[in-house]
């Protein structure tokens, strides 16, 4: 199934994207360091973005399907770019789980994350470090 975006630039290097399905509409801006003013998501914000928000979709799909309590499912991820040649370098990743899951429960949940379509997308080369961590504990993936 395709997705339609539209996009239009806006001046002072903004891009405003347009989701088609929803109408929905954000504004991309050039980071800082790449003459931009930083007051937006840049488009490789978005990809570190979508990495995270993907991964905890399926966590919460297959959560949702087990009827888990996901109180606390949460992520933070950092981007890193590259100088030569521009671009993204590594996208570290930390899932904060939700308490009181199961080992078998836990690696059926990091299974999903680390099986999610943008995981699967990005080029091998760029590095992914995810992190789960649950209560006092921290597991790599």
Known sequence: MAVDFTG???????????HGPSGTQIITVPPVDNQGDGSSFSPTDLVAAALGSCMLSLISIVGTRD????TGLAFRAEKHMNASPRR?????ITIQMPEG?????????ENAALTCPVHRSLHPDLEKVVTFIYEDEEVRG
């Open 8 to 18: 239009r630039y806006l001046g002072n290097l903004k891009v405003e994207v347009t």
């Open 88 to 92: 993204i370098g590594a996208i570290p």
């Open 67 to 70: 009827g888990l309590d996901l």
């Open 101 to 109: 899951l199961t080992p078998d429960q836990r690696r059926k949940l």
